[in-house]
């Protein structure tokens, strides 16, 4: 199929499966129509043709046997819906052509030719018309003026049934293509919910053999994928509390290692990886989903505690903007993902700017902005992979450990929102989170 067909061809499974079965079944039910109606006309032609026969070779022995004076008043008797009678010569013309035509005459010959010597020819302007031109045992001239009907009249009804008929046929294969799509409908839908907390909705095991085996083969993937999360975020945990251990002991020997150079150099090395440890489980709780649940909360109040801490700890945040109504959403996990994004602004440029706008849609948008380094455009989604850290954070004065951007993608998506970041003009960094239709009024319509 060349690349213009293409482009009127559906993209969705349903129209296209839909445009197949219904061109199908129309060409099939137009070809028996067809057949059906080429029958109805070869069946109409042959009674047509006997009945013509046998009828005018009675009208003719009729008039022949009546007196002259008598057959005038018996022709209209006579006269049929294909033909009449005429006392005279007729009209002269050409050879009989048609073959429907050529066929009345040839039957009409052949029931009276023997008793009658005629001769039938073309009535000029009608290519079905003829006339059978005999003289009668007086020698009185007769015209037999036929005007052969190729098929019968179609009924009135007809169609309005074959409308009918069409609009069935489009039912039945809405329904059929329906009834087809509907599970590869569900299981996308299942895949697109199935989100970091593993809680989508299961697919019903029931239904035909090939529906109901993707269903248990896609709810068996949703349990694996849960029980490999599950030992995932297990491990971590198990590894955090091993290491807290040693880790607790080491920094003890390091606090009697007072005066001595390498004591704070041991000292900083160790508070890097318990925060690494501790940053880990956050991000493998996060994996496994998130267990807080959804509650009406005020955000303005939210956001305003969160940055009067920050300042009180001396830091340079603002805000600007407000929600202007409580919303339903995981506080908690709302609270990190911004807490997350703010400190990666103080660490890279001292100061952080928190915005709230509320979209024409129903969504809120919270902005983190800074006037730091930025990050290189084609960075922009690999600084969300975890442990993934940029080459001017590796150093002493800026640390981190790799996992704050994805711990808070993680919570995002958890939320059902999105989190992007974005380069400013005139330098620094801006990160975007947000918030899907969560406002009361949005949860009832």
């Known amino acids: 199929m060349n690349a213009s067909a293409w482009l009127h061809w559906p993209r969705s499974l349903f129209a296209r499966l839909t445009v197949i079965l219904f061109v199908g079944l129309a060409s099939a039910q137009a070809l028996s129509f067809w057949l059906t109606m080429t029958e109805r006309d070869q069946t109409m032609t042959n009674i047509m043709t006997g009945y013509i026969e046998r009828e005018v070779t009675s009208s003719v022995a009729l008039l022949d046997h009546l007196p002259a004076n008598e057959r005038a008043q018996w022709l209209p008797r006579l006269a049929r819906r294909s033909y009449e009678f005429i006392l005279g010569p007729g009209v002269s013309g050409g050879p009989v052509d048609a073959h429907?035509?050529?066929?009345?005459?040839?039957?009409?010959?052949?029931?009276?030719?023997?008793?009658?010597?005629?001769?039938?020819?073309?009535?000029?302007?009608?290519?079905?018309?003829?006339?059978?031109?005999?003289?009668?045992?007086?020698?009185?001239?007769?015209?037999?003026d036929l005007r052969p009907m190729s098929s019968a009249p179609l009924s009135g009804w007809l169609l309005s049934g074959l409308l009918l008929q069409l609009i069935v046929l489009i039912a039945c294969c809405w329904l059929a293509v329906r009834l087809a799509t509907r599970p590869l409908h569900e299981l996308a839908v299942a895949a697109d919910t199935l989100g970091p907390d593993l809680k989508?909705?299961?697919?019903?095991?029931?239904?035909?053999?090939?529906?109901a085996r993707a269903a248990r083969a896609f709810n068996a993937m949703q349990d694996r994928i849960a029980m490999y999360m599950t030992e995932r975020m297990q491990i971590l945990a198990a590894i955090s509390h091993d290491l807290q251990t040693p880790i607790t002991r080491m920094r003890l020997r390091v606090d009697v290692m007072e005066g001595e150079p390498e004591g704070a150099k041991l000292r900083q090395d160790l508070q890097e990886m318990e925060a690494l440890v501790k940053e880990g489980v956050t991000y493998a709780r996060t994996l496994h989903g998130a267990t807080e649940v959804r509650c009406r909360i005020d955000p303005d109040a939210l956001f305003d505690s969160l940055v009067c801490d920050y300042v009180d700890a001396g830091q340079s945040v603002s805000l600007q903007g407000s929600f202007g109504a409580p919303i339903m959403t995981r506080p908690q996990a709302l609270r990190r993902i911004v807490g997350n994004l703010v400190?990666?602004?103080?660490?890279?440029?001292?100061?952080?700017?928190?915005?709230?706008?509320?979209?024409?849609?129903?969504?809120?948008?919270?902005?983190?902005?800074?006037?730091?380094p930025g990050i290189p455009a084609q960075s922009l989604e690999a600084v969300f992979e975890p442990f993934f850290r940029l080459e001017a954070s590796r150093n002493r004065n800026t640390g981190g450990t790799g996992l704050g951007l994805a711990i808070a993608r993680q919570l995002a998506l958890a939320m059902d929102a999105t989190l992007s970041l974005h380069n400013r003009e005139g330098g620094g960094l801006e990160a975007r989170l947000t918030l899907k239709n969560l406002s009361e009024t949005a949860k009832r319509s």
């Open 100 to 144: 429907l035509s050529a066929r009345i005459a040839a039957s009409i010959s052949d029931g009276i030719g023997t008793n009658y010597p005629l001769t039938v020819n073309a009535v000029p302007g009608d290519d079905e018309r003829l006339q059978v031109h005999l003289k009668l045992s007086d020698g009185a001239p007769l015209t037999i």
């Open 343 to 372: 400190d990666n602004a103080l660490k890279f440029s001292g100061a952080a700017e928190i915005q709230v706008a509320a979209l024409h849609d129903g969504q809120t948008t919270i902005t983190v902005s800074d006037r730091g």
């Open 200 to 211: 989508a909705a299961r697919l019903s095991e029931k239904g035909p053999s090939e529906v």
